[in-house]
Antibody, heavy 122, light 107 residues
Framework: QVQLQESGPGLVKPSQTLSLTCTVSGGSISSGSYYWSWIRQPAGKGLEWIGRIYTSGSTNYNPSLKSRVTISVDTSKNQFSLKLSSVTAADTAVYYC??????????????WGQGTLVTVSS | EIVLTQSPATLSLSPGERATLSCRASQSVSSYLAWYQQKPGQAPRLLIYDASNRATGIPARFSGSGSGTDFTLTISSLEPEDFAVYYCQQRSNWPPAFGQGTRLEIK
């Protein structure tokens, strides 16, 4: 059974860069059968897809965040990571990592991490 | 960008009743519509994909229907554990997007 686990600082100062890592267990991130995404959810609000990466390193980003987002993969550690630059209070949210089967092409999230709360505050 | 509008925002029902949740897309998404359930403090869980296919392990009381722009999630007889927030999500066009959610609460 695949499991995803987010990790990273829970508090980031405004204008700095938010950095999170998702560790995948129970399966190889480099199997080529999946895309790996980041999704966020502000408290009491809906879900926003941030971006995704394939094992080849190919990425897709939400246009609304594209200028500030970088997603990378480390197959040797079975991890993928998110960097979001120039954060403001509006970036405060629970951040999830999630898996998409490759056949689903654009996005279908069949496994999720438990989520990690990131607060942007000085 | 495709916008998904869910209705109602809140649905108040009793266990054993039938729940009908709606999701309308701003343009056709064909059948590329999924439904997720989210309970407080938990990640969303995939229920239905491609409008009508139940994900692995999802009980038969959950069913989905629709195509194009209008979709429905039906829970035939509500169990206590079904009271949660439900989101629809399209994978027809970039970027993938979610509806704003329907809260299913106990009446």
């Amino acid at each position: 059974q695949v499991q995803l686990q987010e990790s990273g600082p829970g508090l980031v100062k405004p204008s700095q860069t938010l950095s999170l890592t998702c560790t995948v267990s129970g399966g190889s991130i480099s199997s080529g059968s999946y895309y790996w995404s980041w999704i966020r959810q502000p408290a009491g609000k809906g879900l926003e897809w941030i971006g995704r990466i394939y094992t080849s390193g190919s990425t897709n980003y939400n246009p609304s965040l594209k200028s500030r987002v970088t997603i990378s993969v480390d197959t040797s550690k079975n991890q993928f990571s998110l960097k979001l630059s120039s954060v403001t209070a509006a970036d405060t949210a629970v951040y999830y990592c999630a898996r998409t089967p490759a056949w689903a092409r654009i996005a279908l999230f069949d496994y999720w991490g438990q989520g990690t709360l990131v607060t942007v505050s000085s | 960008e495709i916008v998904l509008t869910q209705s109602p925002a809140t649905l108040s029902l009793s266990p054993g009743e039938r729940a009908t949740l709606s999701c309308r897309a701003s343009q056709s998404v064909s059948s590329y519509l999924a439904w997720y359930q989210q309970k407080p403090g938990q990640a969303p869980r995939l229920l239905i994909y491609d409008a009508s296919n139940r994900a692995t392990g999802i009980p038969a009381r959950f069913s989905g229907s629709g195509s194009g722009t209008d979709f429905t999630l039906t829970i035939s007889s509500l169990e206590p554990e079904d009271f949660a927030v439900y989101y629809c999500q399209q994978r027809s066009n970039w970027p993938p997007a979610f509806g704003q959610g329907t809260r299913l609460e106990i009446k």
